[in-house]
């Protein structure tokens, strides 16, 4: 069985408050559910910094099962490394 590949998604400010906000939680229940600070969720929402990594890639999963369209106002990064707004296809830079 070949493992399905997941796009890269970078997550913006918007797309971390709308997902939260999808699910019915709060930033602390939110937190509580990824093991991390409240304060985190906020700085994240509030843009002062971005989910990266295994954190970005755990909410991406979240988002899947909880029938998010996350892609909406994410970024996704190309083959070729570099990004595109993934409502119109147009790369951002």
């Not at 890639?57 to 993934?86: C, H, M, P, Q, W």
Request: proline share 1%; with cysteine; charged share 30%.
């Amino acid at each position: 069985m070949e493992k399905k590949r997941r796009k890269r998604v970078y997550w913006d400010s918007d797309g971390v408050r709308a997902l939260r906000n999808h699910l019915g939680m709060t930033q602390q229940e939110l937190a509580d559910e990824l093991g991390m600070r409240q304060q985190t969720i906020s700085e994240w929402e509030t843009g002062m910094y971005s989910p990266r990594g295994g954190t970005a890639t755990l909410l991406s999963i979240i988002a899947e099962r909880g029938n998010f369209a996350y892609g909406a106002s994410a970024r996704v990064k190309s083959t070729r490394g570099r990004y595109s707004d993934s409502k119109s296809g147009h790369k951002a830079c």
